[in-house]
């Protein structure tokens, strides 16, 4: 089925472009981010009701407690939230990133809510699995494939490498930018998806609120299409082009290089008045390619994607973090977690998504 000619523009740019090489941070790695006297640090202590976690002879289980070994008892963990800015009910939305970003999207909808990365558009895209949303499609799950995503669709310079769409068989092929949550498709149909992911992608210059999740920090390059990629490449093609891709553990600065990349096409081409909230997905690692223990692995990537997101909010005023990671893994393990103890279940999902709500719409 083919697309409507407003996506020929985007598909028009599909050719091969070089390896994006990200923004660095303009300050230091080793200068501490926040430094203050001891009057304004002794001002915070007194200012914040959530800064201890424990004293003696207080009930464990009081239900009203207010220290962090008492509010842990508690099914659902609720963080105190204190955010820069408020969003506004008329503002428009865009979720960029995993799993928490299609929550986001349909509790936005919900409320009635403009969503600009919910694109009617993309219900003609039917999942190969029907008890999964045909919208897990545009999942971001590194900061290379965010950058790229926006870089493709805002920068009039960045064109999409072509060369990375590989074919599989005969009649399909694959685009490793998205996700395999479609079944594959012929050439015409591949290209036609990712010229519409690049016009709805685009939308995200007409939005105040971003929310941008990030997933993981172990990242594939495509050697031949010198670009990094959004996921592990289909398993026939590690065996039938083994130096194609190289396998990356990417780091603090690099990924952080890349959120300020982020910032700066937002800022140059998004909203004039454009706020960025950042979140981390809590969903662990299914593999990890290194050779680490999966548990260790999965730790070492979500401490540091989250060291990055309060970095990068730290640095901006438009830019804040929002603590879903934190709300899943500091919840009742027995009501998060389904029984692979990877997903988690609605109801914690939905608990993180109304604070959200709660504490940033007016």
């Given at each position: 089925m083919?697309?409507?000619s407003?996506?020929?523009?985007?598909?028009a740019r599909?050719?091969?472009?070089?390896?994006?090489?990200p923004?660095r941070?303009?300050?230091?790695?080793?200068?501490s981010?926040?430094?203050?006297?001891t009057?304004e640090?002794l001002?915070?202590y007194q200012?914040?009701e959530a800064?201890?976690w424990?004293?003696d002879s207080v009930?464990a289980n009081?239900?009203?407690?207010?220290?962090?070994?008492?509010r842990?008892?508690?099914t659902?963990f609720?963080p105190e939230i204190s955010?820069k800015f408020?969003?506004?009910?008329?503002?428009k939305?865009?979720?960029i990133?995993?799993?928490f970003?299609?929550g986001?999207?349909?509790?936005?909808a919900?409320?009635?809510m403009?969503?600009?990365?919910a694109?009617?558009?993309?219900a003609r895209?039917?999942?190969a699995?029907?008890e999964v949303?045909?919208l897990?499609f545009?999942?971001?799950y590194?900061?290379?494939?965010i950058?790229?995503?926006?870089?493709?669709?805002?920068?009039p310079d960045?064109?999409f490498?072509?060369?990375?769409?590989?074919?599989?068989?005969e009649t399909t092929?694959?685009?490793?930018?998205?996700?395999?949550?479609l079944?594959f498709a012929d050439?015409?149909?591949?290209l036609e998806r990712?010229a519409?992911?690049?016009?709805v992608?685009k939308?995200?210059?007409?939005?105040?609120?971003?929310i941008?999740?990030l997933?993981?920090a172990e990242v594939w390059?495509?050697v031949?299409?010198?670009v990094f990629?959004n996921?592990t490449?289909?398993?026939?093609?590690l065996?039938?082009?083994?130096h194609r891709?190289e396998?990356?553990?990417?780091?603090?600065?690099?990924n952080?290089?890349n959120?300020e990349?982020?910032?700066?096409?937002l800022?140059?081409?998004?909203?004039r008045d454009?706020?960025?909230?950042?979140?981390v997905?809590p969903?662990?690692?299914?593999n990890?390619?290194s050779?680490?223990?999966?548990v260790?692995?999965?730790?070492w990537?979500k401490?540091?994607?989250?060291?990055?997101?309060q970095?990068?909010?730290?640095?901006?005023?438009?830019?804040?973090?929002f603590p879903?990671?934190e709300i899943v893994q500091n919840?009742?393990?027995?009501?998060?977690?389904?029984?692979?103890?990877?997903?988690?279940k609605?109801a914690?999902?939905?608990?993180a998504i109304?604070?959200?709500?709660?504490?940033y719409?007016?």
């Amino acid at each position: 089925m083919a697309l409507k000619s407003s996506y020929a523009m985007a598909e028009a740019r599909i050719s091969k472009m070089p390896l994006s090489t990200p923004q660095r941070p303009s300050r230091p790695l080793t200068e501490s981010r926040y430094v203050t006297t001891t009057p304004e640090a002794l001002r915070n202590y007194q200012a914040n009701e959530a800064r201890t976690w424990y004293k003696d002879s207080v009930d464990a289980n009081d239900p009203a407690g207010k220290y962090a070994f008492q509010r842990l008892r508690k099914t659902w963990f609720t963080p105190e939230i204190s955010p820069k800015f408020e969003l506004r009910r008329d503002d428009k939305f865009y979720a960029i990133g995993s799993c928490f970003a299609r929550g986001l999207e349909n509790a936005l909808a919900q409320h009635q809510m403009t969503v600009e990365s919910a694109a009617p558009e993309f219900a003609r895209l039917q999942a190969a699995n029907k008890e999964v949303s045909g919208l897990g499609f545009t999942n971001k799950y590194n900061t290379y494939s965010i950058l790229n995503e926006l870089r493709w669709a805002l920068d009039p310079d960045a064109e999409f490498p072509r060369e990375s769409i590989v074919q599989l068989t005969e009649t399909t092929w694959d685009d490793p930018h998205t996700t395999p949550t479609l079944e594959f498709a012929d050439l015409q149909e591949t290209l036609e998806r990712r010229a519409l992911m690049q016009a709805v992608t685009k939308r995200i210059e007409n939005c105040r609120a971003v929310i941008l999740t990030l997933g993981l920090a172990e990242v594939w390059r495509d050697v031949k299409a010198d670009v990094f990629i959004n996921r592990t490449p289909i398993p026939s093609l590690l065996k039938t082009e083994p130096h194609r891709y190289e396998f990356h553990l990417t780091g603090f600065a690099e990924n952080l290089a890349n959120l300020e990349a982020i910032h700066a096409l937002l800022t140059q081409y998004g909203h004039r008045d454009v706020h960025i909230v950042v979140t981390v997905s809590p969903v662990p690692l299914m593999n990890t390619f290194s050779s680490m223990d999966i548990v260790v692995a999965n730790t070492w990537a979500k401490s540091l994607l989250r060291a990055v997101a309060q970095e990068w909010a730290t640095a901006h005023s438009n830019v804040d973090y929002f603590p879903s990671y934190e709300i899943v893994q500091n919840s009742d393990r027995a009501e998060v977690w389904e029984t692979d103890l990877r997903h988690v279940k609605g109801a914690v999902a939905l608990h993180a998504i109304e604070l959200f709500l709660r504490n940033y719409l007016e």
